[in-house]
């Protein structure tokens, strides 16, 4: 089974930016639809952002929109996403994930269900 390992999550105050990193296999990297996604206790998981093999094509969730920033970085096999004026809204747990029946085209950001391989998520608190 593909791994994805994600890094980067921590505590910072409000205004304040992390970046997340993502690694995993060359195969997944280069093969499928990947994305960010996050869930707060007792909320849904939500779709952040996804990005289309080759980077082609990238969509963000509206609340992330003009904030965050999805890339990659083909020598490293990695994904990541900076996170720049962070709300306390933003606090969740955030993972990676690659949905292995896309890759030239993402499913909808919202639609979190059609990712099939997870990471393990990564921590970020924001304080006001």
């Known amino acids: 089974q593909a791994q994805l390992v994600e890094s980067g999550g921590g505590s910072v105050q409000a205004g304040g930016s992390l970046r997340l990193s993502c690694a995993t296999s060359?195969?997944?990297?280069?093969?499928?639809?990947m994305g960010w996604f996050r869930q707060a206790p007792g909320k849904e998981r939500e779709g952040v952002a996804t990005?289309?093999?080759?980077?082609?094509?990238?969509s963000y969730a509206d609340s992330v929109k003009d904030r965050f920033t999805i890339s990659q970085d083909n020598a490293k096999n990695t994904l990541y996403l900076q996170m720049n004026s962070l709300k306390p809204e933003d606090t969740a747990m955030y993972y990676c994930?690659?949905?292995?029946?896309?890759?030239?085209?993402?499913?909808?950001?919202?639609?979190?269900?059609?990712?099939?391989?997870w990471g393990q998520g990564t921590q970020v608190t924001v304080s006001s």
């Open positions: 994930a690659a949905a292995t029946s896309y890759a030239w085209y993402c499913p909808d950001v919202g639609r979190w269900y059609d990712y099939d391989r």
């Open positions: 990005i289309s093999t080759g980077g082609i094509r990238i």
């Open positions: 060359r195969d997944i990297y280069t093969s499928f639809c």
